[in-house]
Antibody, heavy 120, light 103 residues
Framework: QVQLQESGSRLVKPSQTLSLTCAVSGASISSGDHSWYWIRQPPGKAMEWIGYIYHSGITDYNPTLKSRVTIEIDRPKNQFSLKVISVTAADTAVYYC????????????WGQGTLVTVSS | DIQMTQSPSTLSASVGDRVTITCRASQSISSWVAWYQQKPGQAPKLLIYKASVLESGVPSRFSGSGSGPEFTLTINSLQPEDFATYFCLQSRTFGQGTKVDVK
């Protein structure tokens, strides 16, 4: 069974860079049938799609975040990462990583999420 | 951008009740929607995908219907473990969530 686990900085100062990693077990991140997502949920708000990466390294980002977001894949470590530059308080959220499989065409496995707070 | 309006935001119910949650898309561009269950501190769990397909291992009391712009999640005979928050997803837009709590 696939498992995903987020890790990274929990407290980030305004204007700095938020960095998270999602370690994947039970599935190969190089599988051609999957894509790998980052999703976040600000306090009291709906979930928001950040972006995703295919096994090939092709990415797609939420247009509202595209100028500040980078998602990369690390095949040897079977993990993928998220960087958000120039953060503000509006980036405070629970950040989730997730897998989308070709069969479901939607996130079918999620990490537990990690709360990232932007504050000085 | 598509908006997914989910209702109600909170629903009070008793064990054994039939519960219905609705998501309405602002634009009817797809017949595809997914439904999730989330409990505090846990990862979201996929229940239904492609509007009506039950994910493997999910109890049959959960069902999905609709083809756009309105989609419905139904829980027949609510069980104690079903008290949770439920949300929908279409394309890349999520509903706001419905908290099902004890009446």
């Amino acid at each position: 069974q696939v498992q995903l686990q987020e890790s990274g900085s929990r407290l980030v100062k305004p204007s700095q860079t938020l960095s998270l990693t999602c370690a994947v077990s039970g599935a190969s991140i190089s599988s051609g049938d999957h894509s790998w997502y980052w999703i976040r949920q600000p306090p009291g708000k709906a979930m928001e799609w950040i972006g995703y990466i295919y096994h090939s390294g092709i990415t797609d980002y939420n247009p509202t975040l595209k100028s500040r977001v980078t998602i990369e894949i690390d095949r040897p470590k079977n993990q993928f990462s998220l960087k958000v530059i120039s953060v503000t308080a509006a980036d405070t959220a629970v950040y989730y990583c997730a897998r989308v499989s070709g069969a479901t065409a939607c996130p079918d496995s999620w990490g537990q999420g990690t709360l990232v707070t932007v504050s000085s | 951008d598509i908006q997914m309006t989910q209702s109600p935001s909170t629903l009070s119910a008793s064990v054994g009740d039939r519960v219905t949650i609705t998501c309405r898309a602002s634009q009817s561009i797809s017949s595809w929607v997914a439904w999730y269950q989330q409990k505090p501190g846990q990862a979201p769990k996929l229940l239904i995908y492609k509007a009506s397909v039950l994910e493997s291992g999910v109890p049959s009391r959960f069902s999905g219907s609709g083809s756009g712009p309105e989609f419905t999640l139904t829980i027949n005979s609510l069980q104690p473990e079903d008290f949770a928050t439920y949300f929908c997803l279409q394309s890349r837009t999520f509903g706001q969530g419905t908290k099902v709590d004890v009446k």
